[in-house]
């Protein structure tokens, strides 16, 4: 037992060593200065034009014949389907408990600067999308360097994809589900109380053999499947978050101040240390939203376009609906419940208590419900971004190779501790950040170039129809 202790504790360490290393002031900079970098180069242009994205995503400019695999609507909820997740439920309240309330501030800093990365890695993903061994047309950061910048920067793409294995493991969503399952279910009912990792272990095997069951389906049935699952999700976590805030509505605005103020002072941290608090929020964000890291170019890569703007335009709705919408209200509840002061628990069980609390009875089945269908959600999503770095090192005939060990990660990542899980995500999607990020300010200035064609057409397209009108 006490080298099992040890062997666990060694792991948990190394995690969390190398997370620290990689997500210090260099990748920082590179993600929120990227951010502002590209917010202001693009003149605001993912604030200017949401309107006209959310009729991209309406399907008012599909075309059946246009290159791709998947809708525009489609495009976006196999993305929102692997960030609009376990990060928006246990990931704030890893924020919350590691950094205090001012992480939620730096989570929203960094969703706003984000719409702007995304615009640009999505409009790339569209630009110099490649093909794989099948000569099937594919998109994604590896295809953009290797398409885009030639031989010299090949070993950013090869950079990235090797990452890219490791780093779409939806190890973190299933150590949660089964952390839920097992608070909420298992040992209220006396089940597998005397062997808990025996618990999980079953549990995972279940879980596994689901998810393995779509993701075998390939990107079609990815994109179907989230199309339907993505929405009713959301809307089922929205409403039962509202009804909480509700009951604490005038405490409403001294949680904003209280967000903002310990943004800047880290009086919840111990030694207030300001930089544990913006490192947090930005590291919970990027988990969260996913902007400049990679996985969100690879799914809108495959949208049915052959417009580069126009799918990043709608890329760039993520982050709101991810951080500024759902990360939110998961805060303001967990906030407003008082349970991030009054207890020792972490992730989905933080939240679970907000929500018993604040709704006795239906508030853990809402939970339950919404976890599981996140959850699942984000590991069929996660599963094609996986297999498509797997494509580019290797060949299309080493995907199913990669799911079946995508599908044993499931179980190893349901009972292994979640210290060990975040740091070792966390530390994955900062080595994919690098690359996306990187290749994304070389080629910004062709996005720029495509952006003034295609919105000058597009207001020639307005004038003409106006004139008819």
């Known amino acids: 037992m006490e080298a099992q202790n040890w062997f666990v504790e060694f792991i948990e360490t190394a995690m969390a060593t190398f997370a620290n290393t990689v997500w210090g002031t260099p990748l920082l900079v590179l993600i929120l200065g990227g951010g502002l970098f590209f917010t202001i180069y693009s003149r605001f242009v993912p604030f200017r034009f949401i309107r006209h994205a959310i009729d991209i995503v309406r399907g008012k400019y599909d075309e059946s014949d246009d290159p791709g ?96 294995l490791f780093g779409c493991l939806a190890l973190f969503q299933v150590n949660q589900l089964t952390q839920i399952v097992r608070d909420e279910i298992f040992l209220p009912n006396g089940i597998f109380t005397t062997n808990v990792i025996f618990g999980n272990f079953v549990f995972g095997t279940i879980v596994a053999l689901l998810v393995a069951s779509v993701i075998f389906g390939g990107i079609r049935r990815i994109g179907y499947v989230a199309s339907k699952m993505v929405p009713a999700m959301v809307g089922l976590y929205l409403f039962a978050g509202i009804l909480v805030i509700f009951q604490h509505f005038w405490e409403i605005p001294s949680i904003f101040w209280l967000i903002i103020k310990d943004a800047f002072t880290g009086d919840a941290v111990m030694g207030g240390a300001v930089g544990t608090v913006i490192v947090t929020g930005v590291r919970r964000a990027a988990f969260s939203n996913e902007a400049g890291i990679g996985t969100e170019a690879m799914a809108h890569g495959a949208a049915k376009t052959s417009e580069p703007i126009r799918e990043g335009l709608v ?54 419900v919404s976890v599981i269908v996140f959850s699942i959600s984000t590991m069929i999503g996660y599963s094609y971004y996986g297999a498509k770095c797997t494509s580019y090192l290797f060949g299309t005939k080493w995907k199913k190779y990669y799911r079946i060990f995508y599908t ?46 295609y919105f000058g057409r597009l207001n020639a397209e307005n004038k003409q129809d106006s004139r008819y009108a």
């Open 69 to 164: 695999q998947i809708n525009h609507f489609q495009a976006l909820s196999s993305a929102l389907a692997s960030t609009v997740g376990m990060g928006n439920i246990s990931g704030v309240a890893i924020a919350i408990s590691m950094g205090g309330p001012g992480a939620v501030f730096w989570m929203w800093v960094s969703a706003i600067v984000g719409s702007a990365t995304k615009f640009f890695t999505c409009s790339l993903a569209i630009m110099y999308r490649g093909k794989d061994d099948l000569g099937e047309t594919q998109g994604g950061p590896m295809y953009v360097i290797h398409e885009g910048m030639g031989k010299p920067f090949r070993f950013l793409a090869v950079f990235f994809s090797v990452a890219g």
């Open 315 to 368: 890329a760039m709705l993520g982050p709101f609906i991810d951080t500024i919408v759902v990360c939110t209200i998961t805060a303001l509840v967990i906030l407003s419940t008082g349970v991030w002061q009054n207890s020792e628990a972490n992730g989905v069980t933080l939240t679970s208590q907000a929500f018993s609390q604040a709704l006795p009875g239906v508030g853990s089945l809402i939970l339950i």
């Open 408 to 453: 044993i990660t499931l179980i190893i990542g349901a009972v292994i501790s979640i210290d060990a899980v975040i740091n070792f995500l966390d530390g994955m999607f900062a080595l994919m950040a690098i690359p996306t990020i990187v290749s994304s300010v070389i080629l910004a200035p062709k996005v720029m170039q495509a952006s003034r064609d």
